[in-house]
């Protein structure tokens, strides 16, 4: 089932399948560890619709608008 | 063919061969090295223990790494005050910079500290500055050695900005940080494997914070420097050739970082699963930091701890450093007059004491050093408190907490704290516009604390609300920090619209740091060196400014009322230079309704400081005040009075327009002569000037609006 990063649910393992933000922006995305097929899991929700991502042992904090547009596979 | 550096690239570590071609002049270079323009990297064939180009140069060596994994925390570990702050070449981004002698060759080696980056395709102006440095691109000089300092706690995102660096062919030393949170959530890493996979690369465990690991880092680059050199070799394996991209400068380095992403990504995780024996560094587990971030970054309790926590950091600054700001003005300034006078009378004898050199010395010099003096317990405050939340890593969290709201003027979330202390004092808000990564973001956030209405101003307000508003007053006064939030909104907006039009609106995604304990002894030297470097950046301006201002008010323009004036003996103000120019500027604020030397004369002396813009007042009026009268009192007694006159006249009978306009005047230009010293210091004369321009402009206008309505109604 296809989802988005702030509105999937909390602390189940997901996995990202696209990102639609402009490309140099998604490839920073990428860099830090966001990156399609790669699993993750929401550990929090903040204000204003943004995230908190585990991957692995890194955590990264996603702005909502941004977190809407990381979309993702839930199981 | 010797390589030039001892560390061999990855496709040595692991044994395969490179994709990359060996045509064309770049036959002996390969990786991110082919990129890089040739002159950097001569063939050192005959394995000259020197470096690059220039063999009388000292050892270059230039310190990178992600934001947030203790790299400066460790730098000025190494340096301590050998460390200064300063511009890169031809940009407003600040880098550490400093010199270290290594003791056993005597030699002299370079420090440079860049800003953290995720990546070398850099992003903002800071990262290029970052990238640039480290590949020795442009007006940087090639790096002899890397220090890649990695985050135990992030190792995949540290270990793809590592897997560039190894492909820019300069031998490397990696310092990894945070072991010991790492070790608590129960990973393990074999830093001997990393060293393996990266040919024998140095990797030392270190911890700026308490300066485990410095010397056998300092060790670890020597060891560096003394292998020998030669052209660089193969880097990753299987990724696209370099040479395709070689001819179109720093484009051509970008888009090498993108084509070779995936083989880099490929690379981080072979490489974290050959050295993380726990296999932990993949797998989620919750974290003490995770259990902390539910409350910290919740949607309401986030933001209410921070408010409160801004709530403390004001407090700090202002209520806290009160006491202390009053010692030094009081007490130590009581000390050294009467060690002045005591010099003055063994000496020279008690006539000396009404002569104009111990005047010089006691209402020029001293006043000056006791300024200085008295900034420097809210700046210690405030420094005490930024290392506190940094360390911390509070400080990454207060950022995300505030994106959205100051967004709205196209900054990053930690703009709000300089923002908050400046109601407190600007000088440390200043200071505090050092925890934001993005240069331009620092520089714009630095043009809009003058414009927070700090605690000075307030005893102006006062005085004139009382004087003009009577039972209004309270309003009156509140409605000045009404009128400076939306100053600050409006020429945050017009700025964002004009000189700031570069700054994007790039989605916020920036990786967390673990919470740590900061310690308290690289605290206090954090705080110490902080400190010095505020006291000998701002104090000679400050000093020099007030011994000025003491000059123009020494020198008499008239004889006086007893024809006995002379040099440091002038009667009244208005006889002194000081008095001639507030005079002659008095009728350029008739629009806005004080044409009135008095009230320039006043504004004149606010702009050293706001603390003595009422007892400038009251001296201009020759009203002598009990020292124990409170604001309120002023603004009600003869003072009151005394200004009710003057600006009825000077408004043609709109005197509260009047004075609605001088109080915006007073929220709105310059602060103060130190936060202009240390607005200088940390962001060039140009933007000093321009801020005092800035400043002067905006309370000028707004103050002729604001009394032209008035008169209307």
């Known amino acids: ?75 | 063919m010797e390589p030039k550096s001892n560390m061999p690239t990855m496709d040595d570590m692991e044994g395969m061969e490179s994709g990359m071609g060996h045509s064309g002049h770049h036959h002996h270079r390969r990786g991110l090295a082919v990129l890089i323009p040739e002159h950097h990297h001569v063939d050192l064939s005959e394995n000259v223990p020197t470096h690059d180009t220039d063999a009388q140069k000292d050892p270059r060596i230039v310190f990178v790494g992600n934001p947030n994994v203790g790299k400066s925390t460790l730098f000025n570990s190494i340096l301590g005050t050998n460390a200064a702050v300063m511009n890169a070449p031809g940009t407003t981004v600040l880098i550490e910079q400093g010199e270290m002698v290594y003791k056993k060759t005597g030699e002299t080696w370079q420090f440079i500290d860049t800003p953290g980056t995720a990546s070398l395709g850099a992003l903002s102006p800071d990262e290029l500055v970052a990238a640039q440095t480290a590949l020795g691109w442009g007006d940087h000089p090639d790096p002899d050695v890397i220090v890649a300092v990695l985050d135990a706690t992030s190792l995949s995102r540290s270990l793809y900005l590592l897997s560039q660096l190894v492909d820019s062919g300069t031998p490397l030393v990696v310092g990894i940080s945070m072991m010991d949170l790492a070790r608590k959530q129960g990973v393990s890493l074999d830093l001997g494997k990393l060293s393996s996979v990266l040919g024998g690369a140095p990797v030392v465990e270190v911890d700026g914070r308490t300066g485990k690991g410095t010397v056998q880092l300092i060790e670890a680059v020597h060891a560096q420097l003394a292998a020998p050199k030669g052209p660089a070799e193969p880097s990753v394996e299987g990724l696209p050739g370099a040479q395709h991209f070689a001819t179109s400068g720093w484009d051509g380095v970008l888009d090498w970082i993108k084509a070779t992403s995936d083989g880099r990504f490929e690379w981080v995780a072979r490489t974290l699963s050959t050295i993380d024996a726990s296999g932990r560094s993949n797998t989620i587990t919750t974290t003490f930091s995770d259990r902390l971030d539910r409350v910290l970054l919740h949607p309401v309790a986030g933001i209410v701890i921070f408010l409160a926590v801004m709530y403390l950091v004001f407090q700090a600054t202002t209520t806290l450093a009160g006491p202390l700001i009053d010692w030094f003005d009081v007490q130590v300034r009581g000390w050294l007059t009467t060690g002045i006078d005591w010099t003055f009378l063994h000496t020279a004898g008690q006539a000396s004491l009404d002569g104009w050199f111990h005047s010089l010395l006691v209402d020029g010099l001293l006043e000056g050093v006791v300024t200085v003096l008295t900034f420097v317990p809210p700046m210690g405050i405030m420094f005490i408190i930024l290392s506190l939340l940094e360390d911390s890593g509070y400080l990454a969290r207060a950022a995300f907490v505030m994106d959205k709201a100051m967004r709205v003027i196209g900054l990053d979330g930690r703009a709000f704290l300089p923002l908050v202390v400046g109601f407190g004092c600007n000088l440390p808000a200043l200071a505090a516009t050092r925890t934001l990564p993005d240069s331009r973001q620092r520089l714009m956030t630095g043009l809009l604390v003058p414009f927070t209405s700090c605690s000075a101003r307030l005893s102006v307000y006062i005085v004139l609300a009382y004087a003009f508003f009577e039972q209004y007053a309270g309003l009156a006064i509140f409605l000045m920090y009404v009128m400076s939030i939306v100053v600050i909104l409006l020429v945050g907006l017009v700025l964002r619209r004009t000189q700031f039009k570069d700054l994007t609106q790039q989605p916020f995604a920036m990786g967390l740091p673990s919470y740590q304990m900061p310690k308290l002894g690289q605290l206090a030297k954090s705080v110490g060196q902080r400190l010095w470097a505020f006291v000998s950046g701002a104090s000679s301006i400050i000093i020099t400014m007030i011994v000025m201002m003491w000059v123009l008010s020494a020198i008499p323009v008239t004889a006086g009322v007893h024809n006995d004036n002379s040099f440091a003996h002038v009667d009244a103000v208005q006889n002194s230079v000081y008095g001639a120019i507030s005079t002659s500027i008095a009728p350029v604020f008739a629009p806005a309704g004080f044409d009135d030397w008095h009230a320039s004369a006043a504004l004149i002396t606010g702009f050293v400081a706001k603390e003595v813009v009422v007892g400038s007042m009251s001296q201009s009026y020759a009203i002598s005040q009990p020292d124990d009268a409170s604001e309120a009192e002023e603004g009600t007694g003869t003072l009151g009075s005394a200004l009710r006159s003057s600006f009825e006249k000077s408004s043609g009978g709109h005197a509260q327009a009047a004075a609605a306009a001088f109080m915006v005047f007073v929220l709105a230009y310059t602060p103060c002569l130190a936060t202009v010293a240390e607005m200088k210091r940390q962001f060039g004369l140009k933007t000093a000037l321009q801020s005092v321009g800035m400043g002067l402009a905006v309370a000028y206008v707004l103050a002729v609006v604001i009394f032209q309505i008035g008169a209307l109604l």
């Open chain 1, 1 to 75: 089932m296809t989802d988005t990063l702030n509105s999937c649910p909390l602390g189940v393992d997901i996995e990202i399948c696209r990102i639609d933000i402009d490309a140099r922006y998604a490839f920073r995305l990428n860099e830090i560890g966001l990156r399609e097929h790669e699993k993750v899991r929401v550990l929090h929700k903040a204000n204003f619709g943004g995230c908190v991502v585990a991957h692995g042992m890194e955590r990264i904090a996603v702005d909502g608008d941004t977190a809407k547009r990381i979309f993702v596979e839930t199981n």
